[in-house]
């Protein structure tokens, strides 16, 4: 056990816990945090995703100890309930799950690469959802709300 | 005039209003003790088992049907919305709770629509719930039950008088059994079922606040992780506990005959002792060759079913001007859930509660029971919502699992399993393989048809009595449900087509009548069930989809060979009039052009398109479908692009727009993912396709087709299944356009590249 200071949606965390649990377990069982899930612990799903310096990350597979004092953000940071980000606007207003154990992987990975270009063609927004799996197959929701995201911050 | 109490109740049929003083809210105490006896303590006929009206004039309504993502949770809420003719939000929908809601079975079979959204069950308690209130209200005001109207939660009579819900009921029993003669809304004058009202879990779920049964946290909860044979049928050696001594945090680990599972304080440590535990298994028996599987399932012994048999095939086949045979293969698929499964335990020396994504609430607290060697009725299990099923993914096995832990710790134990856990041991959708054989008059029209297939299975759905139909229950020595071998018997009674083994087109004359969809009288469909290596289960349309990829790919090879169009071909041997409406919808929301498969001329383009049809009757009655494919085939890689899907869908009277839209998008793009890539794989002693990486799933950077949805509502009918009857044609749709663009026909699921490249070689072989 080792005590490790967490910085997770604006706020500071210390948590006491085997330095290599992957940061997954962390934010779900010490800070009870429900946006990131465990889909498969091997990197091949995306439902573990978190942003961090404005890059996806799979939680499922880094060590809490590799985070350091970088900014973690999950889904539930992005927006609330009665404020949600635009991009989990779009997805409301499009009705873009099932399920919805995905999502995670799905917005965060859609709100990382708009940030970073946002004049991202289909094609590389597609291309970056590379790695995130959806079995419900709610795909075109998805990608029909990602669009109407990245219109809106074009706009 | 005013109406008598007396008269009131006779008008009612046999509703006997009475008060009683106890409080709604004990409804839903746990402590208050409901538990009773099997099969449900919550008698389904007494609408307070199903309604409350509380003193805040919520109305929550108690159903054994449950959300997991398909949208019943928000299509109930609207249910009971319209028939209390109450706003939505005013409406609190508890699911599949054994302590407080009716035993409904299984949530699965495309059956919840039929089920309460029809003249029975929660649109029955809803209606009754109505009418009981009218005739409160009728009481209450001194009015003729005719001289009232009701909106949004309000009685008020013609003379302006009104009564609020809660004024006349709010927090006591109806005591009233359900009527039978409730009558439902009209469809005509719905305000908010068939109303395309946002999903309900929506913001929740895209802001990362919703619960899933990952996310139950119990106060002293523990961590668990199973460990797993290697191989099917492998058994325990031994144990070495020594091998986990330095994992920190260990509580136990918990061996029971093959079960095997390590408890420890935080989820790390738990998957640590997992992975460190030395296990010495004796194998279990070499598998049959994945290559040649098909062959090897037509050789064992069986168990046979004949659908229906006129006895005369063999004269009719020698008879016909041309007989066409065709083998359909169709491999093991699973339901792969994106989250791996997981369950919350809390066992007591004297009550269990279990926390679990199960479809069958009921069902799991009795196999639980009997796994812990408890009283049935000292067992809850509450349902909360995992990640996308489809049928029978791990969500059973892992409520099994965690209550063994916890029963052995003796506190509550959270399990979760590994990618693994899920993918070896799962429940797979069966391989199947299907043989026709059809004769065609001079005409071209099919005079005779006879079909053969072999299901491999394994197990099931527990139901209440059956544990070794999962992993779990054959680890701890119990049998799995078996295709015991027998011959087939003459078909008798009604016609049934519940896996849609019998084509559309066959007239299913059985000794009850004739019950098929078509004009086909000569015909035979006979099932061999056969003992599958693996363990099987309902993943979704399971033997519908396998049965109909055959069937309608047959028919359209049929149709080839006659030079006959897809659509007026399958016409003219169709006489269910609602599997002919859609297939017209569809045809012409297609802008379908008349013409035989395949293209006239081929183009010496590296990528050709084409178009395919397929349709279904839903189990024979439980929804209808017309798809259209549009496709591309690249010609040197093999690849199929579907570009385009059309689809026609009478369900009868659809509950939620929005929501059925969606539905039927997902079941078409995970039917393309299914006929495209999807294969379950193993070498000679265990199954391989165990991640991401050798289970192939279309992930979400895949070039995704449009999908255009078509409803057909004709007046009158009741409501069907719709979840599982766009992914049913897909297959078969696709397989279809394929054919229609490179004249090369796919008879092996999944269209691989690989498979597409030799079938184009083959064709172009048989046509040099």
Known sequence: MKKITLNVNGQQHVVAVDPETPLLFVLSDELGLRGPRFGCGMAQCGACTVIMRGQVVRSCVMPVSAVGQDEVTTLEGLGTPEKPHPIQQAFIEEGAAQCGFCLSGVILTAKAVLDTKPD???????????????????????????????????? | MTQSRREFLKSCGALIVSFSAGSLRVLSAQSQGQFGTHPSHIDPEKLDSWLAVGADGIITAYTGKCDFGQGIFTAQSQLVAEELCVPIDRVKLIQCDTSVCPDQGTTSGSQSTPTNFNSESLALAAATAREALLGLAAVKLGERVEQLTVADGI??????????????????????????????????????????????????????????????????????????????????????????????????????????????????????????LAVQWNPGPELPSHNSFFDHLRKQPSHDVLSVDSRDIEAQLAAASHVIRAIYTYPYQMHGSVGASC????????????????????????????????????????????????????????SFDAAILSQAVGRPVRLQFSRQDEMMWENFGSACVVEHR???????????????????????????????????????????????????????????????????????????????????????????????????????????????????????ELCAHAKADPVAFRLQHLQNSRV???????????????????????????????????????????????????????????????????????????????GLRNQ?????????????????????????????????????????????????????????????????????AIGNAIFDATSARLRDLPFTPERVKAALLADRGARA
């Open chain 1, 120 to 155: 991202a063609s289909d094609q590389e927004i597609r291309d970056a959802l590379g790695g995130i799996l959806c079995r419900c197959f709610t795909h075109t929701r998805m990608l029909r709300a990602i669009r109407k995201y990245a219109e809106a911050i074009r706009a």
């Open chain 2, 155 to 276: 009685i008020t009579s013609n003379m302006g008088r009104y009564v609020r819900y809660e004024e006349l009921i709010g927090n006591k029993h109806f005591n009233v059994l359900l009527s039978a003669t409730a009558k439902r809304r009209s469809s005509r004058d719905w305000t908010v079922l068939g109303k395309p009202i946002p999903s309900l879990d929506r913001t929740a779920l895209m802001t990362g606040q919703f619960e899933f049964v990952h996310h139950v946290r119990i106060p002293g909860m523990l961590h668990g992780r199973v460990v797993r044979p290697p191989e099917m049928g492998a058994t325990v050696v031994h144990v070495d506990e020594q091998s986990v001594r330095s994992v920190p945090g260990l509580v136990k680990v918990v061996v029971r005959k093959n079960f095997i599972g390590v408890v420890a304080e935080t989820q790390y440590q738990a998957a640590l002792a997992a992975r460190k």
């Open chain 2, 343 to 398: 369950a919350v335990a809390e066992v007591k020396p004297e009550s269990a509660t279990v926390w679990s994504a199960t479809q069958t609430v009921y069902p799991t607290r009795s196999i639980v029971a009997k796994l812990l060697n408890m009283p049935v009725d000292t067992v809850r299990v509450i349902y909360v919502r995992g990640s996308g099923c489809y049928g029978l993914n791990g969500a059973d096995a892992v």
């Open chain 2, 438 to 556: 059809a004769g065609m008059a001079r005409d071209g029209s099919i005079v005779v048809w006879d079909r053969e297939d072999w299901v491999a299975s394994l197990g099931n759905r527990p139901g209440y009595d059956i544990p070794g139909n999962v992993i779990t229950g054959m680890l701890l020595g119990y049998e799995a449900e078996l295709p015991e071998p027998r011959s087939a018997k003459a078909p008798g009674g009604k016609f049934r087509n519940q896996s849609n083994t019998v084509p559309s087109y066959f007239a299913g004359c059985v000794a009850g009548g004739c019950g098929g969809g078509g004009t086909i009288r000569s015909e035979r469909a006979l099932t061999h069930t056969v003992r599958s290596p693996f363990f099987t289960g309902p993943l979704r349309s399971p033997l519908r989809i396998q049965n109909t990829f055959a069937n309608e790919c047959f028919i359209d």
């Open chain 2, 580 to 658: 002919i409406g859609v297939l017209k919808a569809a045809a012409d929301a297609a802008s379908w052009q008349a013409r035989p498969s395949p293209m006239a001329n081929f183009s010496r383009a590296q990528t050709v398109s084409g178009r395919g049809i397929a349709c279904v009757a839903y189990e024979g009655d439980n929804g209808y479908a017309a798809l259209v494919a549009e496709v591309d085939v690249d010609l040197q890689t093999g690849t199929v692009r579907p570009k385009r899907f059309i689809i026609a869908l009478d369900c009868g009277p659809v509950s939620n727009p929005d």
């Open chain 2, 664 to 732: 039927t998008e997902g079941g078409i793009l995970q039917g393309m993912s299914r006929a495209l890539v999807e294969e379950v794989t193993w070498d000679n002693r265990r199954v391989t396709s165990v991640d991401w990486e050798t289970y192939k799933s279309l992930h979400l950077d895949s070039e995704m087709p449009t999908v255009e949805t078509v409803f057909v509502t004709p007046a009158d009918r009741p409501a069907t299944g719709a979840g599982e009857t766009a992914i049913t044609v897909t297959p078969a």
